[in-house]
């Protein structure tokens, strides 16, 4: 008997909290609305950012200078592969800005007219060969990258990171025989810092972010294929004009100082 | 779906005797409510995947070369780490069952640690062990064997999620067989590996058989461990559940349509276990 009881408690338990989460989202939209149709300037109250996961560092820094400048407002970021954010987006997840690491997911967006507005171009970023401390393999050039005996790991074709890597390829005449396609460029690096490969082609930017974990080789041949980084207001947000003001601050000087120093470029 | 529903009859009117038995059939019909809630969980997804699948396109996206590969990878793998799941699971699971010596019960916990740890974890795990700055891997690679981003990788990463899979079957099926005929077997002067040859494993073989095949369906779907320890390269150690996570990226047809062929594998697979092992231990009770 007893422990019918609190099998019992514990479903009342489940459900009270469930409809108490229910009761929290909506309390939150709402809020949401309130606060921005009452605001004025950039406005206050939440926003929900969804950037490429080679922003996190960037954005982090970017979103916490955002809050100390706008008081009252709350930036929060969901960080994930492009493709799987704009999937998100597209399946009705509430963003307020959308922040892409390349133009094909962005493209995407705007074609299912999600995007409000036209989005703009914030950041580039090029490719880099990434070596474990001590560059075991002796890799100088990309051309070393060929040479038998040299593990390389690089993005598959699929994902941006392997789309600009057969770019390169291309330019450079070498063809690169690597012993693992990964689907992200975490996984490339992880294998690089883990010293499983002797190299791999990752972006500048992850290399500046690994610090003293891997050693970074650049090569001219990476300017053939530039990664453009747009960011744009999602059609569906409920604070557009607070979007747009966090739009302004990553394009504006603030934002540039913060990714410079990641590595990225200008576009 | 009928090797399923079959053996559900059977094991129905086996638990209607048995009611009859105690006289007691009390399923509180609040118990019945969340037991359908428990099945739409389960299967509303699985109806849901099969909905989003495009028909026109299936068989050439999942008879493209890529998907046979990788298809086939997966079943060479899977069989692979099966056997290496039997030949080590099987004497982990009498030591636990039939031996007693102290650290029994620490043992027995860390071999069940890979069913609880996320298989990422035991992806890192198995790279400083085996990997090439490895702890073992470094003497390996001195030995002239590669491990880093070869189908060896797989089949370790494959072997290591899947075997207390094995170990938990069997252990229970020897707990549940007991000692008499192995006592009796002892006593009219059989050795301990006769024993164990003779009596143990015929008794305990159904148990066997589903703790293998629930291994083999683990090996194929595994994901976390092979990404992290194996990498990923056709042919070499991209197995199915790779293929689909970078299909995805770009063709979610083709992603889907290679899900629906995990599941039907790992429908089968789990039919078989389930409707092998009752009809050898009726045998076995008959018998």
Redesign the interface.
């Known amino acids: 008997m007893s422990t019918i009881r609190v099998r019992i408690g514990a479903l009342l338990a489940a459900g009270v909290l469930a409809a108490g989460l229910a009761g929290c989202a909506a309390s939150n939209t709402a809020a949401g609305r309130t606060q921005s149709g009452s605001s004025t300037a950039a406005g206050t109250g939440t926003l929900t950012v969804f950037a490429a996961a080679s922003l996190k560092p960037t954005f982090t820094k970017i979103a916490s200078e955002f809050e100390a400048a706008n008081p009252g407002t709350k930036v929060t970021l969901n960080f994930a ?1 492009s ?1 799987d954010l704009a999937t998100q987006i597209t399946q009705g997840a509430p963003a307020d800005v959308f922040a892409s690491a390349d133009t094909r997911n962005m493209a995407k967006l705007s074609d299912a007219k999600l995007i409000d507005g036209t989005a703009s171009n914030f950041a580039t970023n090029v490719l880099e060969i990434a070596v474990p401390p001590g560059n075991p393999a002796s890799v100088s050039s990309f051309a070393d990258l060929a040479k038998p005996g040299v ?1 390389v ?1 690089v993005c ?1 074709p ?2 941006p990171c392997g789309a600009a890597t057969e770019t390169v390829e291309q330019a450079a005449g070498t063809t690169l025989k ?6 992200s460029v975490t ?1 490339v690096l ?2 690089v810092t ?4 002797d190299a791999g082609l990752v972006y500048v930017t992850d290399v500046k972010n690994a610090g003293d974990k891997v050693q970074g080789i650049p090569f001219s041949e990476s300017g053939k294929a530039v990664n453009t980084y747009p960011i744009a207001t999602a059609g569906s947000s409920r604070n557009k004009e607070l979007a747009r003001a966090f739009i302004a601050t990553v394009t504006g000087s603030e934002g540039r100082k913060v990714l410079s120093e990641a590595g990225f470029g200008t576009p | 779906m009928r090797p399923v529903s079959a053996p559900r009859s059977k094991a129905g009117t086996a638990r209607k005797t048995n009611r009859r038995d105690t006289g007691y059939t009390g399923v509180p019909p609040w118990v019945f409510a969340l037991a359908a809630a428990g099945t739409l969980f389960v299967l509303l997804p699985l109806a849901a995947m099969v909905a989003k699948v495009n028909w026109g396109q299936f068989i050439p996206l999942i008879t493209s070369e890529s998907s046979l590969t990788a298809l086939g990878l997966s079943l060479r793998t899977s069989a692979a780490s099966t056997v290496l799941c039997i030949v080590l699971g099987v004497p982990l699971a009498l030591v636990l069952a039939r031996a007693s010596f102290p650290g029994q019960r620490l043992l027995r916990a860390f071999v069940l640690l890979p069913l609880v740890l996320p298989p990422v974890v035991g992806g890192i795990a198995l ?1 400083y062990t085996f ?3 490895g702890m073992l891997g470094r003497s390996i690679e001195l030995a002239g064997i590669q491990i ?2 070869s189908t060896t990788a797989v089949i370790l990463a494959q072997t290591f999620v899947a075997l207390p899979f094995l170990v938990v079957s069997l252990e229970g099926a020897l707990r549940t067989a007991g000692t008499k005929y192995e006592a009796v077997a002892a006593t009219l002067g059989a050795r301990p590996t006769t024993v164990l040859r003779r009596v143990s494993i015929p008794l305990v073989l159904p148990g066997l058989a589903s703790g293998a095949v629930l291994s083999f369906a683990r090996c194929l779907g595994e994901f976390g461990a092979t ?2 320890f ?5 042919g070499v ?2 197995t199915l559940p ?1 293929e689909i ?3 995805r ?2 063709d979610a047809d083709a992603a889907v349509a290679l899900s629906l062929v995990l599941v039907a594998v790992a429908v089968a697979v789990v039919g078989l276990s389930y409707r092998r092992p009752r009809a050898l231990a009726a045998e076995a009770g008959t018998g």
Request: no cysteine.
């Open positions: 592969g493709s593990k790991v598959a699929q994902v690597p012993v693992s396609e990964e689907s996984d992880g294998k883990s010293g499983e490969a | 790279l990997g090439r700055q880093a981003f990404l992290t194996a990498g990923s390269l056709q150690t991209r790779l996570y970078l299909q990226e770009t």
